[in-house]
């Protein structure tokens, strides 16, 4: 997944959601490079990768209350430009009352397969085909 696909999946059109303000698009922009850069390293290296970036201090990153194991890879930016925790976006799994589903069908969300999900449709809505594991 490339950063500039990523980006451009996640900015909204003018007519969908106005003129972005800067601090909008800079968070936009440092999302897109955790993950077009970030998707690709192994955890320890996704460390240093975030150690890099809290070192620009004009950088609008999530902030993390301290002793928190969480990284900046566990936010994503809502519509109006502010981070927000991926544990925000799960939704109950409620298993359904009026059928049996198969075991193999059933997808209890969690915070790896909405990231996931989330990161496939923003580059899959802009109908480009890029190999993505």
Known sequence: MKCIDLLEGLI????????????????LFVFALMWGVGA????????KMEEFLMKHKKLS??????????????FVVDN??????WLNRLQEYIYPSDYKPEYSSILVPNVDNVRTNFLIET????NKVRGFI
């Open 12 to 27: 909204p059109s003018k007519e969908e959601h106005g003129v972005l303000s800067a601090t909008h698009l800079s968070r």
């Open 61 to 74: 990153l999530p902030v993390i209350d301290p002793g928190s194991q969480d990284t900046i890879f566990e």
């Open 123 to 126: 580059i899959a809505k802009q």
């Open 80 to 85: 109006s430009g502010n981070w927000e925790h």
């Open 40 to 47: 690709l390293l192994e955890i320890e290296d996704r460390t």
